[in-house]
Nanobody, 123 residues
Framework: QVQLVESGGGLVQPGGSLRLSCAASGRIFSINAMGWYRQAPGKERELVAAIISGTITNYADSVKGRFTISRDNAKNTTYLQINSLKPEDTAVYYC?????????????????WGRGTLVTVSS
């Protein structure tokens, strides 16, 4: 089994910053892309940022210049630095990863989701 655990969410005032973390654990052979999604009340889940192999990144237009995704491959962890927060950034933020996992007899590719961490931007 592979698990993703997010942390770092909370209540912050507009203009503030947060740093979200997502740590992967379990039978991990390798991790391909890691990403952050968010889901605001009444809206669909959307991709916020993704990172591949620690260097190639992709951002939603709405967060470019404010959000920065990074990755520590040695720790199987991805981070999302969120600056200049706006009320419309309020959402549950979910971590996602494409993981190659192995057992003594099999190799499998799994898409894994975390349970999410709530970010609330309000004065």
């Amino acid at each position: 089994q592979v698990q993703l655990v997010e942390s770092g969410g909370g209540l912050v005032q507009p203009g503030g910053s947060l740093r979200l973390s997502c740590a992967a654990s379990g039978r991990i052979f390798s991790i391909n892309a890691m990403g952050w999604y968010r889901q605001a009340p009444g809206k669909e889940r959307e991709l916020v940022a993704a990172i591949i192999s620690g260097t190639i990144t992709n951002y939603a237009d709405s967060v470019k210049g404010r959000f920065t995704i990074s990755r520590d491959n040695a720790k199987n962890t991805t981070y999302l630095q969120i600056n200049s927060l706006k009320p419309e950034d309020t959402a549950v933020y979910y971590c996602n990863a494409g993981v190659v996992t192995t057992t003594p007899t099999t190799t499998r590719y799994l898409e894994v989701w975390g349970r999410g961490t709530l970010v609330t931007v309000s004065s």
